[in-house]
């Protein structure tokens, strides 16, 4: 038969392989589903079931030269495809592999046509593709995709199962899987053969211990083949509830061995690969091809690089541990307790253990009036502890005692703590799972040139630290295409380390700040870069300013205001450009969506509220209901008014510096933010159109006014005139600004029913001068007076060419007299009277002689 696709699995093909070359084939369905092997006997039961509908092609039928492009499913071992390994090593032909077991692509088909995934089932990883495709499928085919996934999962029980795995089960049966049939051909019945063979097992039995754990191992030799040797691995670790177990049956020339494993402490797949086969950490299987004491013998001195140290507690202990001192209050250690969700805490006196207190002690003795009582009064001093190299069963056995937290010690200073959770999480997974990777953003940080060589020097120095990324506003600015932006990088592990460390490579220097963990690296022409540790805050009080503690990337992240804030670079060499977007940033990115990331946002700083409408004017971004639901409740509050002047003096400043303003100052008057600044503030319709009456007329008259200056102006109008100044100086603006400000909103109403009337220039100037430039162009703005325009475009310009000295060598001593002069002889040039140097010499040879 010829046929260029082919689809391949391992043999002694399982309901996972089985399943997923069924599933190859509808993605490839110009492919042949080929067995180059055998089949597990339930798999072969259900295919001679099926074989008339499922049409598969044996090897041996195939023209192997004919094939152009292979494609492998549940394995990346050339080897285990039988007649078909030739194919697989044939540089002539194309290969894909599809496969979920940890390990690095074949070298036989290369990294870019090989698709390694981390689902429980590898079917589960093609279901996926063809759910998102929208492949229909028959039946049976969901029925055999359900078999693999069952199979592969222990039917969602092994800890490698995914969430993606139980979905893709969904899948099956909402696309018609049989239950009736996964039930008969997950639990067959065992054969007379196979019974003997398992009674042989359990009688040749023997137990093995390393580093703790116990391992059972059988070796058998058998006159005749017998199929289902992985069933009987089931049934022996169901009867004698083992952790793990290896089996080793020789028969037919040849001796299987079947490994399986229920503790993380050993991976069946190593077990396996000392003997050439492999698999998955709790079940794996394979195929020697010699004797059964010399299998016996490599699987028994290569057992121990199979079994993992089992996790000691300087391992899986949260550090730094959270503690108290025995003087803190029992109210302030209960609020650290809830505000980390805790169900206790250690006592520590100068890192040294005093005690732990648990969270209803702190309860009851807040209920019995003893908030301001020291914890050191209901603290126990029987605390648990342990050393860092104390290992995981110590712990489990300190934790079923009762501890709900064990102190970890190095040289008796408290370095770590093991809670209850740490314990259950480090027992109930096999591994550290690898970190889902998230989208990357190579192409984006590749177009920043002027960045690239920090980003190369981060690179390079990055690899200690145990993550260096590029956060916040910086990578909002990237995904939005925004060109200008500072660089900021948060780093897991010591900011001024990092920071010294770039500063070497780009030939710069470090302005570190100890005190905050903080460093500037200063390089290049004016370029910089900030470095900060990944921290969490957290407020005693709402509108206080933050308390700083060490933290993961996800906690720094969560601490920012909102969540398209929220995201995070990576700069490590190998995780170059991997977004980290635990919270949705990108996708309120998409939506124009400004979302605060926990109930708490605008009360543990109100100035988010200042910072969510000035994002809504710059980018057009709109909050959610519940964002602004709880921006509005923050206001009614009256927290606005708790900010720090300052604080609240930078947001107003910078809200009213965002060029076109007016949804800003609308904003502020709709959620009622303007009246809790103040009572008599007005952003409303005038305002909007005064703003920008003002600042259209300071461009057109090239003044040096900040928008800033002119926005407070607008929005104070209203204020009386003997509170303005003091509001302004609560805000802690400038003297020189505050009395620009005041001046413009007092004086600035007064100049325009004072040069309605009739007045000469010289008068205008007089009135404008003193209060220049702000209050003559907020009255110009009020009132569009004539006389104003001409103090812009030309009065205000107005100099003598003469001065002091030229009247004292008309004879004037140096007097009060001299300016006397001089200021008439600038309003008589102010009123047209005087045109140049010498009719102001005449004029004031005039003044002197009267």
């Known amino acids: ?93 194309e290969k894909i592999v599809f496969d979920h077991h940890a390990g690095d692509p074949p070298e036989w088909a290369g990294p870019e046509h090989a698709f390694l995934s981390d689902d429980g089932a590898l079917t589960t990883t093609l279901v996926g593709v063809l759910a998102e495709r929208e492949i229909a499928v028959s039946p049976l085919e969901a029925t055999a995709f359900a078999l693999g996934i069952h199979e592969d999962t222990g039917s969602l029980t092994y800890p490698t199962s995914t969430q993606r795995d139980a979905e893709a089960l969904a899948w099956c049966i909402r696309h018609g899987a049989r239950q009736e049939v996964l039930a008969e051909f997950l639990h067959s019945p065992l054969t007379g053969d196979e019974r003997d063979l398992l009674s042989a097992l359990l009688d040749e039995l023997r137990p093995h211990e390393l580093a703790g754990v116990e391992v059972l191992l059988a070796a058998v030799s058998w006159p005749s083949y017998v199929d289902g040797v992985s069933n009987l691995a089931h049934k022996v670790v169901d009867l004698t509830d083992t952790k793990a177990l290896v089996l080793l049956v020789e028969m037919d020339g040849r001796v299987f061995c079947v490994t399986r494993s229920r503790t993380p402490e050993l991976d069946a797949a190593a077990v396996a690969s000392t003997l050439g086969g492999g698999g998955h950490p709790e079940a794996a299987s394979a195929i020697f091809k010699g004797g059964l004491d010399e299998a016996r013998r490599l699987l028994l001195e290569g057992l121990a690089d199979a079994v993992c140290e089992p996790p000691a507690a300087g391992q899986i202990m949260s550090s730094p541990a959270r503690t108290v001192p025995p003087d803190e209050t029992v109210a302030r250690a209960l609020v650290t307790c809830q505000r980390y969700g805790q169900s206790g805490i250690l006592v520590a006196e100068d890192d040294r253990l005093a005690g732990v207190v648990g969270r209803e002690d702190l309860d009851r003795a807040v209920a019995h009036g003893l908030s301001h009582a020291p914890v050191k009064g209901i603290m126990s001093t029987h605390a648990a502890s342990c050393e860092e190299s104390t290992p995981i069963a110590e712990l489990q056995r300190l934790v079923a005692a009762g501890s709900e937290r064990v102190a970890v010690l190095r040289e008796e200073r408290v370095v770590g703590v093991v809670t209850r959770s740490d314990v259950l999480r480090a027992l109930g997974q096999q591994a550290a799972p690898a970190e889902q990777p998230g989208p990357v953003l190579t ?65 710069g220097r470090v302005r570190p700040h100890e005190k905050f963990g903080t460093a500037v690296v200063l390089y290049g022409e004016g370029e910089r870069v900030d470095v900060v540790t990944a921290r969490t805050e957290f407020y005693d009080a ?38 980290v977007d635990p919270f949705g940033g990108r996708r309120d990115l998409e939506a124009k969506t400004l979302r605060v990331l926990h109930n708490l946002s605008f009360i543990d700083d109100p100035t988010r509220i200042f910072r969510a409408i000035r994002y809504e004017n710059r980018y057009g971004f709109r909050m959610d209901e519940h964002t602004l639901r709880l921006a509005r409740g923050t206001i009614e509050m009256g927290l606005v008014g708790d900010l720090s002047s300052a604080r609240l003096r930078d947001e107003l400043m910078a809200l009213l510096e965002e060029g076109e303003v007016e949804h800003s100052i609308l904003r502020l008057a709709e959620l009622g933010a ?47 005139p003997d509170e303005v100044y003091d509001w302004l100086q609560r805000l802690k603006v400038r003297r020189r600004d505050a009395e620009a400000i005041a001046g413009a909103v007092t004086v600035g109403p007064r100049l325009v029913e004072r040069l309605r009337q009739d007045a000469e220039p010289a008068d205008v100037v007089t009135l404008a001068d003193p209060y220049a430039p702000d209050a003559p162009l907020f009255a110009l703005a009020l009132a569009d007076l004539p006389p104003l325009h001409a103090y812009f475009e030309r009065l205000r310009g107005v100099r003598l060419e003469v001065s002091g000295s030229d009247l004292a060598d008309l004879g004037l001593a140096e007097s009060p007299r001299v300016g006397e002069v001089l200021a008439e002889l600038r309003r008589r040039k102010l009123n047209g009277e005087l045109d140049g140097r010498d009719s102001e010499l005449a004029a004031a040879r005039e003044l002197i002689a009267q």
């Not at 040139?449 to 390079?460: D, K």
């Not at 601490?559 to 991997?578: E, P, Q």
């Open 1 to 93: 038969m010829r046929a260029e696709t082919v689809i391949a699995t391992h043999g002694n093909t399982d309901f996972d392989a089985f399943a997923a070359m069924l599933a190859a084939r509808r993605l490839y369905p110009d492919g042949v589903a080929c067995l180059a092997g055998s089949l597990n006997r339930n798999v072969r039961e259900f295919y001679r079931l099926h074989a008339d509908e499922l049409e598969l092609v044996e090897a041996a039928r195939l023209e192997l030269d004919a094939i152009r492009r292979l494609i492998v499913v549940e394995t990346s071992h050339a080897s285990r495809l039988g007649e078909l390994e030739a194919v697989a090593l044939d540089p002539a032909v």
């Open 542 to 579: 709402p509108a206080a300013l933050p308390t700083v503690e060490h933290a993961s990337i996800r906690e720094d992240l969560f601490r920012r205001d909102f969540t398209i804030n929220a995201m995070a670079v990576s700069l490590k060499g190998a995780d170059l450009g991997r977004l």
């Open 443 to 507: 192409d984006e940080l590749a177009r920043l040139e002027r960045l690239q060589p920090v980003f190369e020097a981060v690179a390079a120095v990055s690899e200690p630290f145990e993550g260096v990324y590029l956060v916040g506003g910086t990578v909002r600015d990237i995904l939005l295409g925004e060109r200008s932006f500072d660089v900021d990088i948060a780093v897991e592990g010591d900011a001024i380390a990092l920071a010294q460390a770039l500063a070497d490579v780009l030939g």
């Open 674 to 720: 303007d009246h809790t600044i103040h009572p008599h503030l007005a952003a409303d319709e005038e305002a909007v159109e005064l703003l920008r009456r003002l600042i259209e007329l300071r461009d057109r008259y090239a003044l040096a006014i900040p928008s800033w200056r002119l926005g407070l102006a607008a929005l104070a109008r209203r204020l009386p």
